[in-house]
């Protein structure tokens, strides 16, 4: 943890510099803003604690105008209520009373430090949202977080936790899309013992393993109608009903939910409660794509290489001018979840001083960055292959291997497959008994077939 204290150093705050050394930061001091800049220019840090009898206003607003992202605690004499509530009106985002107390100072270098693990971010996209997720933080409302796959969306999920009133209670993930729905409603509400065949014992679900913190509910659009009536019933009332229970069980919880789907739309299509997406979507935080926050590029590929290199135990390479330019080239379709891959990747294969572009490749071993062949040009060509694939083939093996391949993809969630597919989910469940019934392998509830078959 690196430490910037703004101030005279001298009395309380040198008192507080000790104790923040003793805990393990280390501690640079600058006794004005124009200082204190130059030291952020020049070597940066993970937390700036500035005097209040220095200006928290100007700081704050030189760092928003060099684009600092680092966060800003004051501090001050402890019986001045005033100055206190005009630090935080300024924008530090805590208030540190001197003399300093050492579990105090401890907590807020804990905090800080989880917030610079959990978010690395430098475009005024991601800025927007990271300020609204501030605001909304300490509320009790619940929220629904969208964006596509791989944007970020849990770790959006636990910075808002981290920074909330709930932040000492448990932070509970379901993904609702990788659960199949016969075992999503126990996964969530718990079941008693008998409750059903394999229940051999209670067992307390997602919700009472949350209370009194937060519970994300991730891509929330997979799960099906009938359960959602009793997610929003569980929400309205803070009450669930264990599957085989006769007793209502309360629990207290926030509610964070996520899709990478337009809710709306699939309200429109009978697939989502209306009234549901009202209680969730109280507030919406809406994480843009990384081909849409083009400077996050450079900045989180950064993280990862020092991430993954520290992992490794390899040395930290920096990006080459060409590495640089590849990764700025491509569109980014898995977001950052592709991003922390290929960098992990190039993190392996380089062998230089630098990590070169030969080492930002794709899965497959293909070099990004070049320039795309023409839209059309690849269509026909993938047109082509298709169709040679497809001569000397029934319409029925197709079909059958269609639904079998969606149905892997989808980790044997029929409800799920029916949706890609677009067919009703008894069509599928046919086709499925026709294919068991012939001996053919197909993927039970959370599994795939077995590669080869």
Same mark, same amino acid.
């Given at each position: 943890m690196r430490l910037l204290i703004v101030g005279a150093?001298?009395?309380?705050?040198?008192?507080?510099?000790?104790?923040?050394?003793?805990?393990?930061?280390?501690?640079?001091n600058a006794e004005s803003v124009d200082q204190a800049l130059m030291v952020m220019r020049a070597k940066g840090a993970d937390l700036v604690i500035i005097d209040v009898s220095l200006s928290v206003r100007d700081l704050v607003a030189a760092f928003e105008a060099e684009r600092i992202r680092t966060p800003v605690a004051a501090c001050g004499t402890g019986t001045d209520a005033r100055a206190a509530v005009a630090a935080?009106?300024?924008?530090?985002?805590?208030?540190?009373?001197?003399?300093?107390?050492?579990?105090?100072?401890?907590?807020?270098?804990?905090?800080?430090?989880?917030?610079?693990?959990?978010?690395?971010?430098?475009?005024?996209?991601?800025?927007?949202?990271?300020?609204?997720?501030?605001?909304?933080?300490?509320?009790?409302?619940?929220?629904?977080?969208?964006?596509?796959?791989?944007?970020?969306?849990?770790?959006?999920?636990?910075?808002?936790?981290?920074?909330?009133?709930?932040?000492d209670k448990p932070f509970i993930s379901v993904n609702c899309a990788a659960i199949p729905d016969a075992l999503l409603e126990s996964e969530l509400f718990g079941h008693e013992k008998?409750?059903?065949?394999?229940?051999?014992?209670?067992?307390?679900?997602?919700?009472?393993?949350?209370?009194?913190?937060?519970?994300?509910?991730?891509?929330?659009?997979?799960?099906?109608? *009938?359960? &959602?009536?009793? =997610?929003?019933? #569980?929400?309205?009332?803070?009450?669930?009903?264990?599957?085989?229970? %006769?007793? +209502? @069980?309360?629990?207290?919880?926030?509610?964070?939910?996520?899709?990478?789907?337009?809710l709306a739309d699939e309200v429109r299509k009978g697939t989502f409660r209306e009234d549901l997406l009202y209680r969730l979507n109280v507030v919406n935080l809406r994480i843009p794509?990384?081909?849409? *926050?083009? &400077?996050?590029? =450079?900045?989180? #590929?950064?993280?990862?290489?020092?991430?993954?290199?520290?992992?490794? %135990?390899? +040395? @930290?390479?920096?990006?080459s001018p060409?590495?640089?330019?590849?990764?700025?080239?491509?569109?980014?379709?898995?977001?950052?979840?592709?991003?922390?891959?290929?960098?992990?990747?190039?993190?392996?294969?380089?062998?230089?001083?630098?990590?070169?572009?030969d080492a930002i490749l794709t899965p497959e071993g293909e070099a990004y960055g070049h320039a795309p062949r023409d839209p059309a040009a690849r269509a026909l060509e993938t047109a082509e292959a298709t169709a040679r694939a497809l001569v000397g083939r029934t319409v029925a093996d197709v079909e059958r291997e269609l639904i079998l391949d969606t149905l892997d993809h989808?980790?044997?969630?029929?409800?799920?497959?029916?949706?890609?597919?677009?067919?009703?989910?008894r069509t599928l469940r046919n086709k499925l008994n026709e294919y068991t019934a012939e001996g053919i392998p197909v993927a039970a509830p959370g599994e795939a077939r077995a590669a080869g078959l």
């Open positions: 150093m001298k009395g309380a705050l040198s008192q507080a510099t000790k104790i923040a050394i003793d805990r393990g930061a280390s501690v640079t935080i009106q300024a924008g530090a985002r805590e208030y540190i009373p001197l003399p300093p107390d050492p579990e105090m100072i401890a907590a807020v270098l804990e905090a800080v430090s989880r917030d610079t693990r959990a978010l690395v971010f430098r475009d005024d996209a991601m800025q927007r949202v990271v300020r609204l997720a501030d605001q909304i933080a300490r509320s009790e409302a619940s929220i629904l977080i969208t964006g596509e796959s791989g944007v970020g969306k849990e770790v959006i999920a636990r910075y808002v936790h981290s920074r909330s009133n709930r932040r008998g409750a059903f065949t394999g229940a051999v014992a209670r067992r307390i679900g997602k919700f009472e393993e949350a209370t009194g913190g937060t519970l994300l509910l991730d891509e929330i659009s997979e799960m099906e109608v *009938r359960l &959602q009536a009793k =997610l929003l019933r #569980a929400i309205q009332e803070r009450v669930i009903d264990r599957v085989g229970g %006769g007793k +209502p @069980v309360p629990v207290d919880i926030r509610i964070v939910a996520t899709s990478n789907r337009n794509a990384l081909r849409e *926050r083009t &400077q996050d590029i =450079l900045e989180l #590929a950064n993280h990862f290489v020092r991430k993954y290199a520290d992992v490794n %135990g390899v +040395p @930290v390479r920096s990006l060409d590495a640089k330019r590849a990764l700025l080239a491509n569109p980014w379709r898995g977001n950052v979840r592709e991003l922390e891959n290929t960098l992990h990747r190039a993190v392996l294969l380089a062998t230089g001083d630098e990590i070169g572009a989808c980790l044997g969630n029929r409800t799920h497959a029916a949706k890609i597919l677009g067919i009703s989910i």
